[in-house]
């Protein structure tokens, strides 16, 4: 656990000693959705290539063939310092970070000590949110006597990636280095390096551009780790000495709008308060405020701070993996995450940015299919850990191959996203075609049962991974009924409105039948004796053990019981039926949901970093407050605090901020939609005196304000009013 980072309204803190600290640098993570980069220190004379770079949203280079990872780019967040003609050197330090989130802006503060001199420094840097392309840093520098300053400002080419495997109890401390610098081009008021992704042949331009004052043009540097300029001046006591820095970064897959080069005229100001005013109008429709409990209130703008940071919402080509722009953990891919926990946040607050991550999966469809042809089955089958190009990147072939549900998680996502936005020609151009697939993918993995009209859904593993290789997955047989039902609508509505496309897909009635019979076939597995619902087949026959005996704190038990063990204890990873009940509310009664909770909430160890917030979400859904507030503090604080101890080498954990957000204005709010209209029945924190937010529907923007006794839903107008 860590408790310095502090919070107010619209800022967060932290003060460190060090010019390192992995847990602040993905704290401290800023970008603009397109791009992004840690909060490590420019001027850190201890370069370590692994953990500094910059992260570009569908940027992959390739491992070997057919395997990829996010690559950690090389980074113009960049400098080295001399001081009288001696570099700073690795001694103590101690840094002042800020991260305010009404724009983005980071800065960090601190004094160097270097050949007797005392130096103060600012380093402040951001991601357009107005102009995507574009990375603005400005250093300032102060001495307290008079010196001679050198600054070397650039690029630094050397940055790799530290590739980790999919079995999250091995380490690797083999580096990989996945760009090739092509051409490096100099100016006297810039660079720029040119640079090529290996095996996948993206092309990335960084091209930096400088305004100075008090520093002189010196030249340029160049050697096998960097690139840059140079910048001196004859300092004086207590006057600032400035170096701006513009960097355009352009690549050859882009697709936002908004990525444009900068004018000659830019200054960080300038550029920043452009910026600012594009966070003001997404902060218009994002924000949730609350009174009473000052921390939630702030936490939760930092969740939704960093949802907006690593969601590029106007490129439908690419998703956003369970790291976001934080880290390439997990090769960065795309999984369920995205659909089930994070697309929610914004399809209520961003339309456009959610209807782009349902493009995505429907701009994937052809991979999907090749991958369930790889399967040996029809259709359309999507993978459990996709790259920028859809195919498999799971290496663990238990684990790709048994986790099926996220091929149900996938149409799921896309029919909320349809019925929220009433957005029918995504549902006829796209959303329908995918429910089409995915059926005959099904229709081609169940197995019949012998002498009988059931069918079982055999080798699979539901949301919770410690229940071994299983059947008949309670929350996997739901989607996938589900599934086919929207199928079945689907072809219906093809045959109405576009024959063509019925006919193009070759859909028959007869294949729609069986459909329909799949659906009537599938098993939901339930306690004979209690009738109360089963995870699945096997969980019940496990071995029981105290939770106590695997695990004390809120570290994963994996780490110290091994997984082949825990596959065979009547444990829960995470959420599992409570997710899907947290999902289909309706379709479970309250004594149910009340069964659910006293025999699954028992068992779960909670080592998954989503765990908590569902948690949270099924109880405050279901008003049971205790509980919804006690897993909701855990959740909402899961990385400002690092209670799972793995915020600083893994990053932010995505869907837990996305399912937070979820447990704020879905569980504690208590919005939901009947008869196309919104609906709200609160169940608010005792603490919590208002709580207000906006959100989105069939085109229409709301407010809700919400008191402990009362609840009150506007229309409003367009953001911009």
Sequence with gaps: MRNDVKLDKWKISAESKGWADDFLESIFFTGNGRMGARGYLALAPDVLPEKTGLFIAGIFGELKAGITDFVNLPTPIYARLEVNGHAIKADEV???????????????????????????????????????????QRITLTPEAAIELKLFSGVYTSCCNLPVADDQTKENTETAQLTTTEQKDFSENGISVQLCT?????????????????????????????????????????????????????????????????????SFDTLLSESEAAWARRWKTANIEIEGDEQSDAALRYVTFQLIANASEKDPTVNIGARGLTHTRYKGCYFWDTDLFMMPFYLYTDPEAAKNLMQYRVNTLPQAKLHAQKMSASGARYPWMAAYHGSEQCESWDIGASELHVTADIVHALNDYVKTTGDMDFYANGAAEVYVETARFWLSRYTPEPNGDKVNLLFCKGPDEYCGITSNNLYTNMLVKENLKLSQEAAEYLYEHDRDAYIRLGITEEETIKWKALKNAIKLPKDPASGHWRQDDTLHLLEPVPLSNLKQGNAASYHSVCFDRLQRYKVIKQADVLLLMSRLPKAFTAEEKRAAWD???????HDSTLSFATHALFAAQNNFMEAAQKYFRKA?????????????????????????????????????????????????????EKMSFRFYYRGKRYEANLEQNDASLQLLGNPED
């Design 599 to 605: 025999d699954f909430e028992p068992l779960c160890l």
């Design 94 to 136: 101690s840094v002042s970070r800020t991260l305010n989130m009404s724009n983005g802006l980071f800065t960090a503060e601190y004094v160097l000590n270097c050949a007797g001199k005392r130096l103060q420094v600012r380093e402040e840097r951001f991601f357009s949110l107005s102009n995507t392309g574009l990375l603005v």
């Design 636 to 688: 909402l604080f899961l990385d400002l605090r690092n209670v799972m101890e793995n915020t600083g080498e893994e990053g932010l954990h995505l869907a837990c901020l996305g399912e937070s957000y979820q447990t704020a204005i879905l569980g504690f709010g208590g919005l939901s939609f009947e008869d196309g209209k919104p609906k709200l029945t609160p169940h608010l924190p005792q603490n919590w």
């Design 198 to 266: 290996k095996g996948t042949e993206i092309k990335i331009n960084e091209k930096l551009s400088y305004r100075v004052k008090n520093l002189q043009h010196h030249g340029t540097f160049e050697d096998e780790k960097s690139a840059g300029l140079i910048f001196n001046s004859s300092a004086s006591a207590k006057t600032p000495y400035v170096l701006e820095q513009c960097a355009f970064l352009p690549t050859s897959r882009d697709k936002d709008p908004r990525i444009q080069n900068v004018s000659l005229e830019w």
